[in-house]
Protein backbone atom coordinates (compact mmCIF):
# COMPACT_ATOMS: atom_id res chain seq x y z
CA UNK A 1 0.00 0.00 0.00
CA UNK A 2 1.61 3.43 -1.34
CA UNK A 3 1.32 6.30 1.66
CA UNK A 4 0.63 9.66 0.24
CA UNK A 5 2.62 12.42 1.95
CA UNK A 6 2.87 16.13 1.85
CA UNK A 7 5.81 17.98 3.44
CA UNK A 8 5.15 20.97 4.93
CA UNK A 9 8.56 22.74 5.35
CA UNK A 10 9.72 26.21 4.65
CA UNK A 11 13.30 25.32 4.11
CA UNK A 12 14.24 23.92 0.82
CA UNK A 13 16.82 21.94 1.71
CA UNK A 14 15.24 20.16 4.43
CA UNK A 15 12.15 19.53 1.83
CA UNK A 16 14.85 17.91 -0.81
CA UNK A 17 16.43 16.14 2.25
CA UNK A 18 13.16 14.53 3.04
CA UNK A 19 12.31 13.80 -0.20
CA UNK A 20 15.35 11.84 -0.92
CA UNK A 21 14.62 10.25 2.60
CA UNK A 22 11.67 9.29 1.33
CA UNK A 23 12.41 7.72 -2.13
CA UNK A 24 11.21 4.55 -1.63
CA UNK A 25 8.45 2.68 -3.54
CA UNK A 26 5.70 2.52 -0.83
CA UNK A 27 5.81 6.12 -0.17
CA UNK A 28 4.79 8.93 -2.96
CA UNK A 29 5.36 12.99 -1.94
CA UNK A 30 2.13 14.79 -2.91
CA UNK A 31 2.80 18.09 -2.36
CA UNK A 32 5.51 20.30 -0.60
CA UNK A 33 4.59 23.33 1.24
CA UNK A 34 6.15 26.34 2.28
CA UNK A 35 4.33 27.81 4.58
CA UNK A 36 1.58 26.89 7.22
CA UNK A 37 -1.73 28.68 4.86
CA UNK A 38 -0.17 26.65 2.19
CA UNK A 39 -0.01 23.29 3.91
CA UNK A 40 -4.04 23.77 5.19
CA UNK A 41 -5.04 24.42 1.14
CA UNK A 42 -3.12 21.54 0.16
CA UNK A 43 -3.82 19.07 2.65
CA UNK A 44 -7.71 19.89 1.78
CA UNK A 45 -7.17 19.59 -2.06
CA UNK A 46 -4.58 16.53 -2.52
CA UNK A 47 -6.33 14.58 1.17
CA UNK A 48 -2.46 12.68 1.91
CA UNK A 49 -2.13 10.44 4.15
CA UNK A 50 0.25 12.28 6.03
CA UNK A 51 1.28 15.53 6.51
CA UNK A 52 4.63 16.06 8.13
CA UNK A 53 4.64 19.29 9.89
CA UNK A 54 7.30 21.33 10.74
CA UNK A 55 6.67 24.07 13.87
CA UNK A 56 8.53 27.00 12.67
CA UNK A 57 7.21 28.31 9.29
CA UNK A 58 5.93 31.81 8.14
CA UNK A 59 2.02 32.78 7.56
CA UNK A 60 1.02 30.18 9.89
CA UNK A 61 2.92 28.25 12.01
CA UNK A 62 2.85 24.65 12.31
CA UNK A 63 0.73 24.51 15.83
CA UNK A 64 -2.01 26.18 13.94
CA UNK A 65 -1.93 24.98 10.58
CA UNK A 66 -2.24 21.35 12.31
CA UNK A 67 -5.29 22.44 14.07
CA UNK A 68 -6.86 23.49 11.25
CA UNK A 69 -6.35 20.50 9.09
CA UNK A 70 -6.96 18.62 11.74
CA UNK A 71 -10.59 20.41 11.58
CA UNK A 72 -11.42 20.65 8.10
CA UNK A 73 -9.65 16.99 7.44
CA UNK A 74 -9.43 15.36 10.27
CA UNK A 75 -8.63 11.88 8.78
CA UNK A 76 -5.40 13.31 7.79
CA UNK A 77 -2.92 12.12 9.93
CA UNK A 78 -0.05 14.80 11.02
CA UNK A 79 2.99 14.00 12.15
CA UNK A 80 4.95 17.25 13.43
CA UNK A 81 8.76 16.83 12.94
CA UNK A 82 10.97 19.33 15.19
CA UNK A 83 14.69 20.13 15.36
CA UNK A 84 14.84 21.24 18.54
CA UNK A 85 14.12 19.17 21.95
CA UNK A 86 10.96 21.56 22.96
CA UNK A 87 8.66 19.49 24.72
CA UNK A 88 6.13 22.76 25.26
CA UNK A 89 6.15 23.18 21.49
CA UNK A 90 5.24 19.79 21.08
CA UNK A 91 2.70 19.71 23.60
CA UNK A 92 1.05 22.28 21.66
CA UNK A 93 0.93 20.59 18.96
CA UNK A 94 -0.35 17.51 19.99
CA UNK A 95 -3.16 19.52 21.75
CA UNK A 96 -3.80 20.87 18.73
CA UNK A 97 -4.20 17.56 17.27
CA UNK A 98 -1.03 16.29 15.98
CA UNK A 99 -1.13 12.31 15.93
CA UNK A 100 2.79 12.49 16.17
CA UNK A 101 6.37 14.30 16.82
CA UNK A 102 9.70 13.26 15.97
CA UNK A 103 12.97 14.86 16.02
CA UNK A 104 14.20 16.07 12.67
CA UNK A 105 17.47 14.34 12.75
CA UNK A 106 16.01 10.85 12.54
CA UNK A 107 17.22 8.67 9.82
CA UNK A 108 14.94 6.90 7.27
CA UNK A 109 14.22 3.96 9.32
CA UNK A 110 12.64 6.03 12.13
CA UNK A 111 11.23 8.64 9.60
CA UNK A 112 9.42 5.14 8.27
CA UNK A 113 8.32 3.64 11.59
CA UNK A 114 6.72 6.96 13.23
CA UNK A 115 5.28 7.31 9.37
CA UNK A 116 3.59 3.71 9.52
CA UNK A 117 2.75 4.20 13.03
CA UNK A 118 0.63 7.64 12.47
CA UNK A 119 -1.12 5.70 9.62
CA UNK A 120 -2.08 2.78 11.65
CA UNK A 121 -3.62 5.00 13.97
CA UNK A 122 -1.05 5.19 17.43
CA UNK A 123 0.31 8.20 18.26
CA UNK A 124 4.05 8.53 17.55
CA UNK A 125 6.36 9.96 20.37
CA UNK A 126 9.84 9.73 18.93
CA UNK A 127 13.19 9.14 20.85
CA UNK A 128 15.41 12.67 21.49
CA UNK A 129 11.98 14.11 23.43
CA UNK A 130 11.03 13.57 26.74
CA UNK A 131 7.42 11.82 26.49
CA UNK A 132 6.53 12.36 30.15
CA UNK A 133 7.39 16.49 30.08
CA UNK A 134 4.92 16.10 26.77
CA UNK A 135 2.32 15.10 28.52
CA UNK A 136 2.95 16.95 31.62
CA UNK A 137 2.98 20.23 29.20
CA UNK A 138 -0.70 19.31 27.68
CA UNK A 139 -1.79 18.47 31.16
CA UNK A 140 -0.69 21.57 32.35
CA UNK A 141 -2.90 24.31 33.49
CA UNK A 142 -0.83 27.17 35.48
CA UNK A 143 2.01 28.85 33.50
CA UNK A 144 3.31 30.73 36.55
CA UNK A 145 2.61 34.73 37.52
CA UNK A 146 -0.61 33.98 38.86
CA UNK A 147 -2.55 32.65 36.17
CA UNK A 148 -3.57 30.17 33.42
CA UNK A 149 -3.05 30.69 29.45
CA UNK A 150 -5.30 29.12 26.60
CA UNK A 151 -3.64 27.52 23.50
CA UNK A 152 -4.65 30.78 21.54
CA UNK A 153 -3.50 33.06 24.32
CA UNK A 154 0.09 30.86 24.20
CA UNK A 155 0.12 31.05 20.65
CA UNK A 156 -0.81 35.09 20.67
CA UNK A 157 2.22 35.26 23.54
CA UNK A 158 4.68 34.00 21.40
CA UNK A 159 3.96 36.26 18.41
CA UNK A 160 3.63 39.36 20.25
CA UNK A 161 7.45 37.80 21.67
CA UNK A 162 8.46 37.39 18.04
CA UNK A 163 7.67 41.41 17.54
CA UNK A 164 4.43 41.29 15.83
CA UNK A 165 2.05 43.83 16.16
CA UNK A 166 -1.77 43.13 16.25
CA UNK A 167 -2.56 43.44 13.05
CA UNK A 168 0.06 40.83 12.03
CA UNK A 169 -0.61 38.56 14.86
CA UNK A 170 -4.63 39.04 13.35
CA UNK A 171 -3.77 38.12 9.68
CA UNK A 172 -1.58 35.18 10.87
CA UNK A 173 -4.05 33.70 13.16
CA UNK A 174 -6.88 34.44 10.91
CA UNK A 175 -9.20 36.56 13.70
CA UNK A 176 -10.19 40.31 13.92
CA UNK A 177 -7.47 42.76 15.56
CA UNK A 178 -9.90 43.40 18.54
CA UNK A 179 -9.48 39.41 19.38
CA UNK A 180 -6.14 39.97 19.65
CA UNK A 181 -6.19 43.05 21.97
CA UNK A 182 -8.63 41.05 23.94
CA UNK A 183 -5.69 38.10 24.03
CA UNK A 184 -3.51 40.58 24.78
CA UNK A 185 -5.03 42.39 27.36
CA UNK A 186 -6.06 38.90 29.44
CA UNK A 187 -2.17 37.88 29.16
CA UNK A 188 -0.96 40.73 30.99
CA UNK A 189 -3.98 40.47 33.48
CA UNK A 190 -3.06 36.71 34.17
CA UNK A 191 0.45 37.06 34.03
CA UNK A 192 0.85 40.58 35.83
CA UNK A 193 3.23 42.12 32.88
CA UNK A 194 2.47 45.36 32.02
CA UNK A 195 4.26 46.07 28.19
CA UNK A 196 5.54 43.72 25.07
CA UNK A 197 9.13 43.88 26.25
CA UNK A 198 8.07 42.09 29.47
CA UNK A 199 5.67 39.74 27.66
CA UNK A 200 9.23 38.49 25.63
CA UNK A 201 10.93 38.63 28.26
CA UNK A 202 8.42 35.87 30.25
CA UNK A 203 7.88 34.06 26.98
CA UNK A 204 11.75 33.81 26.12
CA UNK A 205 12.34 32.48 30.23
CA UNK A 206 9.66 30.01 30.02
CA UNK A 207 11.09 28.55 26.74
CA UNK A 208 7.68 29.34 24.58
CA UNK A 209 9.80 30.47 22.10
CA UNK A 210 12.94 29.25 20.06
Same mark, same amino acid.
Given at each position: ?? #? @?????? $????? @???? #?????? $? ?13 ? &? ?12 ? $?? !? ?11 ? &? ?12 ? &???? %? ?41 ? !????? @? %? ?7 ? +??? !? ?6 ? #???? &?? +????? @? ?11 ? #? ?10 ? $???? !?? %? ?12
Amino acid at each position: MT #V @RILIAE $DQQLV @RQGL #VALLAV $DDVTIVGEAEDGRGA &IEMACALKPDVVLM $DL !SMPVLDGVEATRR &IKQQVPQVKVLVLT &IANC %ERRVAEAMAAGADGYALKKLGHGELMAAIAAVCAGKAYLGPGL !SEALV @R %EHMDEAELG +GGG !SLTARELQ #VLRL &IA +GGLKN @REIADQLGIAIKT #VETHRTKIMQKL $DLHN !SA %ELAAYAIRRGLIE
